[in-house]
């Protein structure tokens, strides 16, 4: 028991310190996007974003996201993101950033579908690692739907593969 006990404050001695270094290897970002739809899509796009991310280099940084978004449906985007500054950080940085993942639609009769997001932007840093962010990009969005038609003499129901596309502007925060 005393072995275990020991062995225990060794773990949390090591983990404690092993976080206090990775702190500094984690950023946030938030973002929200609103864009104008391609010709072949249905509604404008609103989305709000938030991921997690960890700084492999000082200039590159990969992590993982989620969000609410909208198009025609409400939807729970899923997703990696990465994140590179195409220069040293200075008070103002051009990025270019990308989610890739999967959109879940919390609604009957609707599957979500492939979601895709890259941007450009540029960032202007406020304080030591907060930072404030504009870009410009595209958004793919794709789900399925059943859609019903039904009158006096027949039902018909059939699976709508909808893609929508958009060129997309959003304000985003870093801390």
């Known amino acids: 028991m005393k072995r275990t006990a020991i062995l225990f404050i060794i773990v949390c001695m ?5 976080a206090t270094a990775l702190k500094d290897r984690i950023c946030f970002r938030t973002n929200i996007t609103a864009g104008t ?15 997690a991310e960890y700084q ?10 989620t969000g609410l978004s909208k198009f025609d449906e409400l939807m729970l985007p899923v997703f990696a993101t ?8 200075h008070r103002f940085t051009p990025f270019v950033g990308c989610n890739i993942g999967h959109a879940f639609v919390p609604k009957e009769h609707v ?13 202007y840093q406020l304080k030591d690692r907060q930072r ?9 969005q794709e789900y399925n739907r059943l859609t019903t038609y039904e009158s006096a003499l027949y039902l018909t129901q059939y ?5 929508n596309h958009a060129l997309t502007a959003s304000i985003g925060f870093t801390f």
Not at 56 to 65: D, E, L, T
Not at 82 to 89: A, E, L, Q, V
Not at 111 to 123: D, N, R
Not at 132 to 140: C, E, H, N, T, V
Request: aromatic residues 10%; charged residues 10%.
């Open 111 to 123: 599957s979500g579908g492939f979601y895709l997001s890259p941007a450009v932007g540029i960032s």
């Open 14 to 18: 090591v983990a404690s310190l092993h």
């Open 159 to 163: 699976i709508e593969n909808i893609s």
């Open 132 to 140: 404030l962010s504009l870009s410009i990009g595209y958004k793919l």
């Open 56 to 65: 492999w280099h000082p200039r590159f940084s990969v992590g993982i996201g």
């Open 82 to 89: 990465c994140h590179w500054d195409m220069s040293k950080p």
């Open 37 to 51: 739809p391609l010709p072949d899509a249905e509604s404008k796009p609103l989305a709000w974003l938030a991921s």
